[in-house]
């Protein structure tokens, strides 16, 4: 088997779908507020960001957010706009701000989790993680976040019970990101040196249409 680096850098490099950067919007159109301008706004910018101009859906959001202080939703998906930027202080400020306005809300803290794993700060992101928890323990993307950060952190079995955790919720509410959880476990498995288990998930990630990094089947196929 490869030594415990090469594995680790294997995980370090593995392909975007497993990071949540790349696939969370924070809520959906439609979202409740009493302004028909801010609304108006706000899915403008949710459109922008799904044909990544991230700058006019920023200047759509800031309309929105004047038209209504405290509509969370838009402070929410202005930090993703940011975030793809790769603006990070400017998008921790929404979050934060979002997380203020709203503390009972995970999004904002998932989303401060995330800011906080592309800086390199795993720690912080696995704290965050917990934070989200702490108040819903059924949010998939929560878990899904922290058994990553356990990964980072060579927590390898706190890694796997939530990597487990997170493909019994996303099996019961049939989650488009199925494939992402199996190629999750497929490298969590394929470190704690489970073959059988490791190629299992594999199969299953390539079944649901995951692209599998050369550098894990490779790695497969040495131990």
């Not at 302004?35 to 859906?57: C, L, M, Q, W």
Request: aromatic share 12%.
């Amino acid at each position: 088997m490869k030594g415990w680096l090469s594995i680790f850098m294997i995980i370090l490099n593995a392909p975007v779908c497993f990071c949540q950067n790349g696939r969370i919007i924070g809520n959906e159109l439609y979202a409740p507020t009493k302004s028909e301008k801010a609304r108006g706004y706000y899915n403008a910018g949710h459109r922008y960001i799904e044909e990544k101009n991230f700058g006019k859906a920023i200047e759509n959001f800031r309309l929105s957010i004047t038209a209504d202080t405290n509509y969370i939703d838009a402070y929410d998906n202005m930090g993703i706009a940011f975030r793809q930027l790769n603006m990070l202080d400017s998008a921790e400020h929404c979050y934060l701000v979002s997380r203020r306005k709203y503390p009972k809300g995970t999004v904002a803290i998932r989303n401060l989790a995330i800011v906080e794993d592309l800086r390199g700060n795993y720690k912080k992101a696995y704290d965050y993680y917990k934070q989200a928890l702490a108040i819903d323990n059924k949010d998939p993307e929560a878990y899904y976040g922290l058994s990553r950060e356990c990964l980072y952190l060579k927590q390898y079995p706190e890694a796997l019970e939530n990597g487990n955790m997170v493909e019994k919720l996303y099996k019961q509410m049939n989650s488009p990101y199925m494939g992402d959880c199996y190629y999750n476990l497929c490298i969590i498995h394929l470190i704690m040196n489970n073959k059988a288990l490791s190629k299992s998930y594999m199969e299953l990630a390539q079944k649901a249409g995951v692209k599998i990094d050369q550098a894990i089947s490779d790695a497969l196929k040495q131990q």
